[in-house]
T-cell receptor, first 111, second 114 residues
């Protein structure tokens, strides 16, 4: 959906490098989810952010929601082949039960 | 094990033949939703349910029906499937509403309509 834009659409990095994926909205987010998906498989929940300025980390992955709650970034430190997959952000805009997802960022990590 | 279970995982059918994709969760979640995923279009919400007997349209509801007679089940019904409904479908559930608790996804159902 154009309400939620992810960038870049695809990314190829060398193993050990850091990378950042962005998720941007023109409207205020009430909640922001990050998921990882192996091609054609289910979505694995990574993190959920709700408050402006909130930052969460899990292993080598850190996600942050900006103060205005319109942009989130996902940062991977020292990437590994196991990090490869499609990363999706999903957002609640306070429209009841509607959840919008970005188009995803396909990450490849070269050994 | 807490999970969202979809069946079948793969389904090939012909145009016009009614089908149902089942979705069940064992986490006592109030919220359930269906998505379809297509290349270049990402995940799009079909229908969602905030609780039993409450369902609402998402962004792409045309050609689909749902029901929520029990808390744990949220089947997706295609009364007369067409080739443009060929897609990867995901069911998801959350404890309460959206944006406040994590959304858990099933493993997906790959549907092909010929």
């Amino acid at each position: 959906s154009q309400e939620l834009e992810q960038s870049p659409q695809s990314l190829i990095v060398q193993e050990g490098k850091n990378l950042t994926i962005n998720c941007t909205s023109s409207k205020t987010l009430y909640g922001l989810y990050w998921y990882k998906q192996k091609y054609g498989e289910g979505l694995i929940f990574l993190m959920m952010l709700q408050k402006g300025g909130e930052e969460k980390s899990h292993e080598k992955i850190t996600a942050k929601l900006d103060e205005k709650k319109q942009q989130s970034s996902l940062h991977i430190t020292a990437s590994q082949p196991s990090h490869a997959g499609i990363y999706l952000c999903g957002a609640d805009f306070g429209q009841g039960g509607k959840l919008i997802f970005g188009q995803g960022t396909e990450l490849s990590v070269k050994p | 094990e807490a999970q969202v279970t979809q069946n079948p995982r793969y389904l090939i059918t012909v145009t016009g033949k009614k089908l149902t994709v089942t979705c069940s969760q064992n986490m006592n979640h109030e919220y359930m939703s269906w998505y379809r995923q297509d290349p270049g279009l990402g995940l799009r919400q079909i229908y969602y349910s905030m609780n039993v007997e409450v369902t609402d349209k998402g962004d792409v509801p045309e050609g689909y029906k749902v029901s929520r007679k029990e808390k744990r089940n949220f089947p997706l019904i295609l009364e007369s499937p067409s080739p443009n409904q060929t897609s990867l479908y995901f069911c998801a559930s959350s404890l309460v509403g959206t944006g406040r608790t994590p959304l858990h996804f099933g493993n997906g159902t790959r549907l092909t309509v010929t």
